[in-house]
């Protein structure tokens, strides 16, 4: 059974596979990270731990039986009560509910270990997968993202999703 677990210095060989197996698929839906990510990765990774010791994001991965990471879910600019949501879900575990029941759980834990009461998402409009897991999850259409805003979608026409934790779907 995959387990959320909180992002660690040891986790990094297996975000960078996982990163780089799925490469294509995720520029399929969002903007492509560019070769300076992963010449870079283990600078940046050791940046978002540094992030995460400081309390300003909370990074997850969805870790399978066998080690491998299947997802990576992250609540990014926790302020106020409030926090942006990022995932992704290696595509070969896509389609199966598995972001549906990790987004649940991610908000479950927004609530409860990081004092969150509001949760907001993007999407491009092309990423209707995601959409649907937003929705399914509570999530409700709260207006667009702007494409001139590389701080939304990285360029993409999009939406922005939003979630009271208050309150249970």
């Not at 839906?29 to 540094?50: I, K, M, P, W």
């Not at 949760?119 to 207006?143: I, P, Y």
Request: hydrophobic share 40%.
């Amino acid at each position: 059974m995959p387990e959320l677990k909180r992002l660690h210095a040891g986790h990094a060989p297996a975000v960078l596979a996982f990163e780089l197996a799925n490469r294509a698929y995720f520029a399929a839906s969002v903007s492509d990270r560019g070769d300076e990510f992963y010449d870079q990765f283990t600078d940046r990774y050791s940046a978002l731990l540094a992030e995460q010791d400081a309390g300003i994001c909370a990074f997850y991965v969805l870790v399978g039986e066998n080690g491998s990471v299947l997802g990576r879910f992250n609540l990014y600019d926790l302020k106020d009560g409030t926090a942006e949501l990022g995932y992704r879900v290696a595509q070969h575990v896509a389609g199966r509910g598995v972001a549906t029941a990790t987004v649940r759980e991610l908000c479950r834990l927004a609530a409860a270990r990081h004092g969150l009461r509001t949760l907001r998402a993007g999407t491009s409009r092309e990423n209707v997968a995601s959409q649907k897991v937003l929705t399914k999850t509570g999530f409700v259409l709260v207006g667009p993202a702007d494409p001139a805003d590389p701080a939304d979608l990285g360029g993409k026409s999009g939406t922005w999703y939003q979630r009271d934790l208050t309150v249970q779907p």
